[in-house]
């Protein structure tokens, strides 16, 4: 089946550093993937919509500017969280979709430590 | 937005019992209705979906039934297995363009004893 992959799978960085996260679609091509945050012992929570070749859609709440989105390819998106401080420290997943109705599909998410 | 409400929290049952999950939701406009399993610290997994033009789907030992006037769905799981053990979410989505964006309930923590 259908493969989305994310990197790196942990990281651990000092507070006020940057850290990177990529998400690929390995075997399609994924116009649309979805950004995802879960701390501990609680839900995902939608973070923003990345759409290639365009803006990402922030949910409300979450700051476009520390949590910057880029989706330049049909399977490449990144998120890079910006001056990370503790507080950020949390599993991030991403979701990519097959076209407008195909199957969604996880990567298999980047736990980041900030300490 | 969308609002998804989960209950139980914790759900503990004996092996071969039978687990039921209930969600509501509150965006009339919402279709797609999944289920995923998620183990500690791995990505989630889809174990059965259903949307809004169906009102019961199984798949084996799982099956999903979906209420549009309430604005319920529920997972049953019958002959529960240790391997059955895990944080299970439910979602709800929208179509079209927003279909993909997901609005997850908290999640139950399923714990089937042997």
């Known amino acids: 089946g259908a493969v989305v992959s994310q990197h790196p799978s942990w990281v651990i960085c000092k507070s006020g550093t940057s850290v990177k996260i990529e998400c690929r679609s390995l075997?399609?091509?994924?116009?649309?993937m979805f950004w995802y945050r879960q701390f501990p012992k609680q839900s995902l929570m939608l973070m923003a919509t990345?759409?290639?070749?365009?803006?990402?859609?922030?949910e409300q709440g979450v700051e476009k500017d520390k949590f910057l989105i880029n989706h330049a390819s049909l399977t490449l998106s990144t998120l890079t969280v910006t001056s990370a401080h503790p507080e950020d420290s949390s599993f991030y997943i991403c979701?990519?979709?097959?076209?407008?109705?195909?199957?969604?599909?996880f990567g298999e998410g980047s736990r980041l430590t900030v300490l | 937005g969308e609002n998804v409400e989960q209950h139980p929290s914790t759900l503990s049952v004996q092996e071969g019992d039978s687990a039921v999950i209930k969600c509501t939701y509150s965006?009339?406009?919402?279709?797609?209705f999944p289920w995923y399993k998620q183990e500690l610290g791995k990505r989630p997994q889809l174990i059965i979906d259903?949307?809004?033009?169906?009102g019961e789907k199984k798949d084996q030992r799982i099956a999903v039934t979906l209420n549009k006037t309430a604005k319920h769905f529920s997972l049953h799981i019958t002959e529960t297995q240790p391997e059955d053990s895990a944080v299970y979410f439910c979602?709800?989505?929208?179509?079209?363009?927003?279909?993909?964006?997901?609005?997850f309930g908290q999640g139950t923590i399923l714990t089937v004893h042997p």
């Open positions: 259903i949307r809004s033009n169906v």
């Open positions: 979701s990519a979709r097959a076209g407008n109705s195909g199957e969604l599909f």
């Open positions: 979602a709800a989505s929208t179509g079209g363009t927003s279909y993909g964006k997901l609005t």
């Open positions: 990345s759409n290639e070749g365009s803006k990402a859609t922030y």
């Open positions: 075997d399609f091509q994924a116009t649309t």
């Open positions: 965006d009339s406009a919402s279709n797609y």
